[in-house]
């Protein structure tokens, strides 16, 4: 008499096996929406295709606390613009703020890059030879979220669709029984 290997039971391809056809393609859709959607979230993200380079001579830079201190945001200002361009509270922490203090001075030529959608939206600060704030910072940011954001979603429709399947057994056990 041959014996069979066993195979341990919690095993992912065994698991894989025993599920209908059904939660087969919703599993399957689930990981191709998580990537599908995780490439095309940041896409209309800050790029250099949508940025805009400004010249301007520094006038201001002012701190803005946000409810509660939960995070802070500048406004600048250039002397050739009454216009406020803004570092929004999320790239807040690209921005050098020592090393601008130091190297930037009333009426120093700054290079802003700025959104193409929203002119105020800064994404880079550069003086002559420094640059003050990098937009590669801005892109690790908004790359972080555009993963993050997608998982989360998967992972809820994951949960949901394994509560569903759950209650599901349950019930079939407890018709047997």
């Not at 203090?101 to 959608?117: I, P, R, W």
Request: hydrophobic content about 40%; some cysteine; glycine content about 4%.
């Amino acid at each position: 008499m041959k014996e069979t290997p066993e195979t341990p039971l919690n095993s992912f391809l065994n698991r894989l096996k025993t599920l209908s056809i059904y939660d087969v393609v919703l599993f399957g859709g689930i990981l191709l929406f998580f990537v599908v959607a995780s490439m095309g979230y940041g896409t209309n993200a800050t790029h250099s295709a949508n940025s805009k380079l400004l010249e301007g001579h520094f006038d201001t830079l002012q701190k803005n606390k946000m409810y509660k201190e939960i995070g802070y945001s500048y406004d600048l200002t250039l002397l050739e613009s009454p216009q406020k361009y803004i570092i929004k509270a999320d790239y807040a922490n690209c921005l050098d703020i020592d090393l601008f203090n130091e190297a930037v001075k009333k009426g120093d030529a700054l290079f802003l890059t700025t959104e193409q959608s929203k002119a105020s939206l800064i994404l880079s600060i550069r003086n002559e030879t420094t640059v003050l704030m990098d937009i590669d910072c801005v892109h690790t940011k908004t790359d972080h979220i555009s993963i993050y954001i997608p998982m989360l979603i998967a992972l809820c429709i994951i949960f949901i669709w394994w509560m569903r399947r759950k209650i599901k057994q349950d019930r079939t056990a407890s018709i047997e029984q």
